[in-house]
């Protein structure tokens, strides 16, 4: 079964705060992705990569950062956290078949409360 | 034209009952429509999907309806049970990029 794991199920930070969200897949996809959930809103795109070294913003991506340095890991840096980030954080991942779509599958989550 | 809207937002079924959750879309270069169900606490993790050049697709209880002319496509579930309770989310992406989710339906399936 295909794992995507990400590190922090729940976490409270101050504003301002530098704050790192980790992901993880166990398999060897080349695609990965970083969606906010709001309620109301579904999932909005924040950034994707589909390479090590590469990204790509999404539809939200202002006040966020990213860094894949390795194949499986990519990883979501919030450089001077808000209230206005608080949110549900969604890792996915998916592969590359012959017609260019894949099966995203996704991490349970990371539930961020800024104060 | 990168939107999806989804409808209902929420939906309460019967036991035994039929759930249908519509959703349409602007960009006609969309090529590859899933549907992703979320348990609380949990990821969305995929139901069923559909690529434009069929008009319906069926696993299980679970259908897919697709109107290529209308920009819209929806899911129904059949024999619907207490636990298909989730959050639908219906979802459109070219080649498998940059996937467009909808805002979700909240389904309650009583028993």
């Known amino acids: 079964d295909v794992k995507v794991t990400q590190s922090s199920r729940y976490l409270v930070k101050r504003t301002g705060e530098k704050v790192f969200l980790e992901c993880v897949q166990d398999?060897?996809?080349?695609?990965m992705f970083w969606y906010r959930q709001d309620p109301g809103l579904g999932l909005r795109l924040i950034y994707f990569?589909?390479?090590?070294?590469?990204?790509e913003k999404g539809d939200i991506p202002e006040g966020y950062s990213v860094s894949r340095e390795k194949k499986e890991r990519f990883s979501l840096i919030l450089e001077s956290a808000s209230t206005n980030q608080t949110s549900m954080y969604l890792c996915?991942?998916?592969?590359?078949?012959?017609?260019?779509?894949?099966?995203?599958?996704f991490g349970e989550g990371s539930r961020l409360t800024v104060l | 034209q990168q939107q999806v809207k989804q409808s209902p937002q929420s939906l309460i079924v019967q036991k035994g009952g039929i759930s249908i959750i519509n959703c349409a879309y602007e960009?006609?270069?969309?090529?590859?429509f899933p549907w992703y169900q979320q348990f609380p606490g949990k990821g969305p993790a995929l139901l069923i999907a559909?690529?434009?050049?069929?008009s319906e697709k069926k696993e299980g209880r679970f259908t897919i309806s697709f109107n290529k002319s209308a920009k819209q496509f929806s899911l129904h579930i059949m024999d619907s049970q207490p636990g298909d309770s989730a959050t639908y989310f219906c979802?459109?992406?070219?080649?498998?990029?940059?996937?467009?989710f909808g805002p979700g339906t909240r389904l309650s399936v009583l028993p």
């Open positions: 559909i690529r434009p050049d069929v």
């Open positions: 960009n006609t270069a969309f090529d590859y």
């Open positions: 979802a459109a992406s070219r080649r498998g990029q940059n996937f467009v």
């Open positions: 990569s589909y390479d090590v070294k590469m990204k």
């Open positions: 398999m060897d996809h080349e695609n």
């Open positions: 996915a991942s998916s592969f590359s078949d012959r017609l260019g779509a894949g099966e995203l599958f």
